[in-house]
């Protein structure tokens, strides 16, 4: 049995940069390719006790360990929040997932709130969970498990941690590749 570390020191925050505490951080497994896939339009109704789920403390962070290898919905839902998710895949014991939240109060999501995506991307091929030293190309776009078409974003990152700010409320996926075919 394979796991994993994930999600350790992440932050839960509001559209203001404050930290929300008490919010719900769950773990839903998926298969990609199933048949009875998971309405990510109505995710948090999905939710049920036998999740894992963690709430954030005072600082919004929250923290997951021993996750088995595979694919998950991370999912935040708070009380007059808008649900939000990212998608994880784990593929090996030295994963570590690092990304954060900015939830929206159910006003904000419709009135057309902007938001933002940050994180830190870790470098696992030599098992110290270091973040990245080298240049990758970051492309993001709206929605989930989507990377066809024209990306919403594309950038370099230098050093592993970025920020896309002034997004639309919404779902995004993330891919990242090597930016110099020499990495």
Avoid: M, R
């Amino acid at each position: 049995d394979w796991s994993s570390d994930v999600c350790s020191s992440d932050l839960v925050k509001g559209s203001n940069d404050a930290f929300v505490s008490a919010a719900n951080v769950s773990l839903l497994s998926y298969s990609p390719n199933a048949k009875n896939a998971i309405d990510e339009g109505k995710i948090a109704e999905y939710i049920s006790e036998a999740n894992n789920t963690k709430s954030t403390n005072d600082n919004g962070t929250y923290s997951f360990s021993g996750i088995p290898l595979g694919n998950y919905y991370l999912v935040v839902t708070k009380e007059g929040y808008a649900a939000e998710y990212q998608t994880v895949l784990l593929t090996s014991s030295s994963d570590d997932y690092k990304g954060n939240f900015t939830i929206l109060t159910t006003d904000e999501a419709q009135a057309g709130a902007k938001g933002s995506i940050s994180g830190i991307i870790i470098d696992n091929q030599d098992s110290s969970d270091t973040q990245i030293s080298f240049p990758v190309k970051l492309k993001l776009y709206k929605g989930h498990n989507t990377v066809s078409g024209k990306p919403d974003v594309n950038i370099t990152v230098e050093n592993g941690g970025y920020e896309i700010k002034e997004l639309a409320y919404g779902s995004y996926t993330i891919q990242i590749s090597t930016a110099i075919s020499d990495y």
